[in-house]
């Protein structure tokens, strides 16, 4: 203990102490706080709150199940904020994503990722996080699907990272480049793209247990 | 500004707008805010206080000099919180780290990143911030200076960053590993330690200026 | 001198020594030296030989205006091989790459660069090596278009280079496949597409010069 | 298999098949093959030739034990060379390093990684390849101790490597650079060095099997 503390942040043993969860699968939530104060973004905002119910149905029943949900988002470019500045904006600023923000409003147990760029694996500290927590298996969820969410499953697969990505899930500006991502995460990247209402998180932590990423200990 | 907000992060231009300042030169404030509730850590809090004034002192000259101050800081393996916790709970819970946490509590504007491990740099969105800044020369300061900030100041190194580490600005748990370490940044490294008040911001500026980070741009 | 040979690889000024150009803008040939031995290849093959041809003669072009080229090569999980191995393997085993390779054989002071995965810059020098040389701008080129190529553009793009990818200079397993990448890439990454044959490198020269990599340095 | 060549690098069984050696614990030699071509270099490289020959004998014992040799080496900012033709540089030309490089010759199944920087992780495929050998502990070997070696050493501590440094198979400009370098790695990093002499690998083996990489897997 007093190594770490010593401005040595905890070796194996005791990082341990301090995650509570050990999780061989872990749900991301990407970008989805989000203000969508851009032009443009109607279209988006009207597809982004039917995904945010079924996302926050997939976390309850996540939860239930023992797998942790990691939000990872975008700092937008606001170096100075937090991840809990972001959702206050979002929640009591009047903002065109204050509905998705409040259905998918984060709990204090939820792990936060900053990201400064599209992918949630670039410059951030989520691929030390899922090591520790052990994880092999991702479920990708969130905005948007042929940018954020196909940056972060190209480098998941990169890592040898199993990838869940359910269809309902994902949304993009338009439906023709969300289909054409789910399809581009499907056939290269071999994502499962069952919608989240057909997914049995129980057969997937049993599938993840016997399906190691990679080769790694 | 509508593409960034897409789910796509700022490219070149747009995220200049959200970052207020560029700067040749950044100050580091290492692991300042920290609890130091561990056996054996009063030898340290008690070098840590006058270090914390002096890096108070340098802080106020380089906010003068248009110098940003970034804290970069363990998150102790508690991935679900964020640096304002930090900060309240060093300052309100009673903890030994309490004064030095008063005397460099954070301003509103200042920048912060958190780190996983030892390294400023490692898994962390520092690179991507100094980048933005267009920074070349690093000023190291905190704790401890034979971890921490050794580690981050080969990290630094290693991208070709230009170095500071002003001498009474750091401290480590015997005055022997500080010297040590000292002596490791200035001859491997080529860290100038000159102390914080024999340091000329003024100069330290123009000198950047002319002192590329390597041949980048 | 001495400071690096001593373990020390060399600092700003002496790499510079070793570096033979300063470039703003690099071409890059991805996996084109590829024995293509497996099945399904033929097809790939046959779209391969003449895009080979309009590369070479990219590069041609390329080497008279002072933009180096850069092979960025698969190692097909040789860890034992080195790059002219695989060159040799694929000249000399009558495979059926090796009209490709021959079409491509590097030459002596061309740079390489050993990759392990699918994007030419996870866990591989050349990040480093563009910063050496200086580059803003990449021209992506070789195979496939939607797998290694989208992955490397990507990553260029979240290191804010800027991304030409001639739409004549990358292949994929299908025309539906390799169109649907450039689209990507022309739209999501603001990709510039113009085939190689229209491309004035002269204009891009002096376009590079102008437009710099994000805010670095 | 066919999935690979298309430009995509194996998935994980697919690596399995060309990676010819698992292993709990890895050999590192760094920066031996070097010309030692610089003003002062006398005294390292009398250091060198017999640290040379006990690297060689742990090298020796190590392929017995079934432990896998990786070199990595700087790349002394020769983009277009590659591993081999330093090695011949070193031997046929003529240098100050050609004995350390004939005592220490790699087989033809050692593994390489060329590195640009001071650390054998900073912008190299080295964490790729102990990922998918499954290594937990690296015994580090070369020069220089305060330099390549330490730099390597921070990084491979913070990937929670264990780490073994043999304190007679690493040497430094001078040996108090060397001590430091020693005792900085034993009480901060937490390493082993036990002289090679008195090292037993099967020990080591059965230690490494017990004592996992972190949390991984």
Redesign the interface.
Known sequence: ??A?????????E??????PE?SSVALLL??VI????????EA?VEQAIPMAHRIAELKRRARKAGIPAIYVN???????S????VVEHCLEDGVRGEEIARILRPD????????????AF????L???L????T?TVILT???G??????SA??A??R?LNLFVPADCVVS?TVDEND?ALD?MRK?L?ADITESTELSLDRLLEWSAVH??????
């Open positions: 203990m007093p770490r503390h010593r401005g040595v942040p905890a070796n194996n005791d990082l341990h102490g301090s995650v050990n990407i970008d989000n203000d969508m104060e851009f032009e443009g973004a988006l975008d700092n937008f470019g606001r170096w100075q937090d991840f809990r500045r204090d147990d939820d792990y936060f990722v900053l990201k400064p760029k599209h992918s670039y410059a951030t500290t691929d030390t996080l090591t520790y927590l052990g092999r969130g905005v948007a042929n940018i954020c969410i196909l940056f190209n480098d697969y990169m040898d500006n054409h581009q290269v071999k190691p990423r990679s080769s790694r200990g």
